[in-house]
Structure formats: C-alpha cells, structure tokens
C-alpha cells in the first residue's frame, strides 16, 4: 500500500495542491488524506474517480505505470499549445506550469464550492 501512497503523493504535488485541498476535491478530510499517502488507509473508487476528474493520473496512483498520451486524440489547439510550449526555455515552461497549476486549482475549488452549494427547488 506504500507504493499507492507514495504516487497519491506524487500526484499530488505535481497538481500543486496541500493535502486538505486536495482531501476536499477528493471528498475526504485533510486527515483521511494523510493517512492515504501514508499507506495506512487505502482510498476507495469514488475518491480515486473525483481526484480522476481533478487531473490525477489513477493507472500511475494504482500500478506505478502512467497513462499513456495518445498523441492522436490532442485537438489542433492542444497539439499548438504543446509544439509552443516544447520550444520555451526552461524558465519560461516552469512560469508555464506554475500558471496552469494555479488556474486548475481555482477551476477545482470553484466546482467544489458549486457542488457543495444546495440546489434551488
């Protein structure tokens, strides 16, 4: 169960989010969250499926293999982004990430906050 932990972590880190943030895209407490990425609980489907809908690669969380990119399925605008993207200096792919990173964290806070609004009747 390590293993899972450790990737989770990983994941976690590499989306830029703290482990009560990322509990909550999850479905979970901070706490729950830890315990995950210690290896001393294993997260269930539906936490693996929300944290799926956040960017979180679960093949690579569950065996320690990514995802294969099938380059063929990019759209025209992504395959330009990633050609413009693979000519920037470092510097410039770091500002990059760190950008997206922040923009897919407030998309993911604003659909936690709608979810958990009640719905009108």
Do not use: C, W
Not at 59 to 86: A, C, F, H, M, W
Not at 90 to 107: C, F, H, N, P, V
């Amino acid at each position: 169960m390590s293993g899972i932990g450790s990737r989770l972590r990983q994941e976690r880190e590499r989306l830029g989010l703290s482990q009560k943030v990322f509990g909550e895209v999850g479905g979970v407490e901070a706490n729950a969250q830890g315990k995950y990425e210690n290896g001393e609980r294993a997260p269930k489907a539906d936490y693996l499926s929300r944290v799926a809908e956040r960017g979180v690669d679960v093949l690579y969380v569950l065996t320690g293999k990514p995802t294969p990119i099938l380059l063929d399925n990019l759209s025209q605008v992504e395959e330009k982004i990633l050609v413009n993207y693979r000519v920037l200096q470092k510097e410039d792919q770091d500002a990059i990430r760190q950008l997206t990173t922040a923009l897919a964290e407030m998309s993911a806070n604003h659909a936690l906050k709608k979810r958990q609004e009640p719905n009108d009747v």
